[in-house]
Each structure stands twice: as structure tokens, then as C-alpha cells.
């Protein structure tokens, strides 16, 4: 896969990360995911879209006056309220922002989610002492961020804590600035937890450094 972020940019965040620990008394995780979901369905409902559209208009081409009607003219219309479709079908494969105008908000944010919570499983983020383990992951598709704390932090990063982390890294993910992102979630989340954690609460280096990049599904 491509690498996402720069040599130099994950050097900066893996410095940021030992200072949010250091601070903090958490172990941090970082992920970036190319996608959470394939959406399977994206590229059938812009070929329905498509075919739609063409079919209306060759429909208000029909009425129009000195239109004629022929075997030859209705195989055309056939055939371009089907190119039409397939047309904006292929466009979703390629234009990601396009494919995301087919897709509602909450699937959106359940299938980042799902996939947010299989990281922490398989790379064991629950595996500390305290149970102190945060994931930050951004999924790049879908422009989301999800954060996900061990149950020994959920009384401290609550649901409010949790958007206001996500709230800050939004505008410059939103402008493709995923190592900026990342850093003001892992600044925002030192300045909620460094008044509430003790340092050295989470015992050391307990979790493998390094972020994470996924193409994801």
C-alpha cells in the first residue's frame, strides 16, 4: 500500500505520542485507515442515479415538438440512459468525494467505528496494567475520526471530552492535513487528561510504538 504519512511527519507524532504519555499517563495508539468499508452499494446507486436522470430526460426529449419516434431512436435512448449510468457508477470508484454523496451519515459512522473497535481488539490497545489504552484513528474515505479509550479511562473521556478531541482534528482533516489532525487531537487530549491522570499512571512504555496505516477493507 501507499505510504499515507511522510517519514518526517510520523517522526513528529511519534514524538508527540511519548509526550502525551509522558503527560498524560495513557498509552496512545495512532491509525490512519485508507477506508473502513468497500460500500459494495455505492456504484449501484449512482448507476440507478444515472440511469434515472437520462431516462427523465430522453422521456422530456420525446415530448418535445418535431421529435420523432423510431426503432433507431428508441435503442439511442436505450443505450445512453445505460452509458449514463455506468458513466456516474464508474465516476464513484474514482472520485472518492463523489462516492461519498451516495452514502448516508450513519453508515458512515457505524462502519468506521467497527473497524475502529477491530483495531483495538487485534492490536491488543487493552493490553496495560491500568487499562489506559487510547486508540486515535482517522479513516481517510470516510474523513472521520473515531477515538475509543480503555475502560480505565472512560469515566474521564467522556462522550463530551470525545467530540471536543474530534471537533479540533476535524477542519484540518477536512482540508487533508492528516499529520496536523492527529497532532491536535493527541495536544487536545493531553490538555483534558493531564489534569485529571497522573503521570506514570499507566506504568511505562506498554503498548509497540509506531502509527499504524491500513488500506482497510
Given at each position: ?70 426503432n433507431m431512436t428508441a ?97 484540518s482533516l477536512a482540508q ?34 509506531g502509527i499504524i496505516e491500513?488500506?482497510?477493507?
Open positions: 500500500m501507499r505510504q499515507i504519512l511522510s517519514e518526517q511527519d510520523r517522526t513528529g507524532l511519534d514524538e508527540r505520542v511519548a509526550e502525551a504519555e509522558k503527560c498524560t499517563g495513557t498509552q496512545v495508539v495512532l491509525a490512519v485507515i485508507e477506508r473502513s468499508d468497500s460500500y459494495a452499494e455505492v456504484p449501484w446507486k449512482a448507476f440507478a442515479m444515472g440511469a434515472s436522470i437520462a431516462g427523465l430526460l430522453v422521456f422530456v426529449f420525446g415530448l418535445a415538438p418535431g421529435s420523432s419516434s423510431s435503442l439511442v435512448a436505450v443505450v445512453a440512459t445505460l452509458a449514463a449510468g455506468c458513466a456516474l457508477a464508474l465516476l464513484t470508484i474514482f472520485v472518492p468525494a463523489l462516492a461519498g454523496l451516495f452514502l448516508s451519515a450513519h453508515r458512515v459512522e457505524t462502519e468506521v467505528r467497527q473497524y475502529a473497535q477491530s483495531v483495538f481488539l487485534t492490536r491488543e490497545i487493552f493490553a496495560t496494567r491500568a487499562r489506559t489504552g487510547v486508540l486515535l484513528l482517522v479513516s481517510l474515505f470516510e474523513r472521520r475520526v473515531v477515538l475509543l479509550p480503555d475502560s480505565g479511562l472512560q469515566d474521564r473521556l467522556t462522550g463530551d471530552a470525545i467530540r471536543d478531541i474530534i471537533a479540533r482534528m476535524t477542519p487533508g492535513e492528516i499529520a496536523r489532525a492527529l497532532e491536535e487531537g493527541l495536544e487536545k487530549l493531553s490538555e483534558i487528561l493531564s489534569a485529571v491522570v497522573p503521570a506514570g499512571q499507566g506504568g511505562g512504555n506498554e503498548l509497540p510504538d491500513e488500506e482497510g477493507v
